[in-house]
């Protein structure tokens, strides 16, 4: 959906580094995720934000940490990159205040990191 | 964990009917059912979602039986751009995040 923004798409970096994956949206929603898709694998959420300076941890945090500063973006930060974060990546949002939408969550393009 | 059970692979032959079960037999009383869709590697995109009542959309034709223990996504006229893994989910409509499960695996065969 090119409402919602992923930057970089594709990223490799070498274990120890600190690395900042961004997302922007202009759909107007007041809800952000993060979530990671491992190959074969679900998605399985990391932090999920309702609003700006609200900040949640998902079902796999440790090791990750967000920021939402403002609506429009959540960056998700791997503050010492391990093999094991070598996912694709995913930004979505949603808008509980529309009740008709009932939280449909839409997902950015993804961004495949690679870390050596 | 996932709450649904969704066959892993299925063919359809291009321009017909793609009909996908997706069992729920634990499905709350408010709990919607969403299916979403994965093109290879591309972000997970929305196809459409409903309560009890059968919803149709651009996309797709989404029924769902009286109990509402089991689904059907429908997509009327299959095309080779149609294959994708497809994401049957239920989930209360303000719940934090969805959890996909493996998923279909469809082909559409030329």
């Known amino acids: ?104 969550q839409y997902f950015g393009p993804g961004t495949r990191l690679t870390v050596l | 964990d996932a709450k649904t059970t969704q066959p892993p692979s299925m063919d359809c032959a291009e321009g017909r009917a793609a009909n996908l079960p997706c069992n729920h037999s634990t499905i709350s009383g408010n709990e919607y059912v969403y299916w979403y869709r994965q093109i290879h590697s591309q972000g997970p995109q929305y196809i459409i979602h409903g309560l009890k009542n059968n919803e149709t959309n651009e996309m797709a034709s989404l029924i769902i039986t009286e109990d509402r223990k089991s689904s059907t996504l429908i997509l009327p006229h299959a095309t080779l751009r149609d294959t994708a893994v497809y994401y049957c989910i239920v989930r209360v409509w303000y719940g934090q995040n969805f959890v996909f499960g493996p998923g279909t695996r469809l082909s559409v065969l030329p």
């Open chain 1, 1 to 104: 959906d090119a409402d919602v923004t992923q930057t970089p798409r594709n990223r490799i970096t070498k274990t120890g580094k600190r690395i900042m994956l961004e997302c922007s949206q202009t759909k107007g929603h007041d809800r952000m995720y993060w979530y990671r898709q491992d190959p074969g694998l679900g998605l399985r959420l990391i932090y999920y934000s309702f609003d700006v300076k609200d900040i949640n941890k998902g079902e796999i945090s440790d090791g990750y940490s967000v920021s939402r500063q403002a609506q429009a973006k959540f960056s998700l930060s791997l503050e010492s990159a391990i093999p094991n974060q070598t996912a694709l990546y995913f930004c979505a949002t949603s808008d509980l205040r529309n009740r008709e939408s009932t939280d449909t």
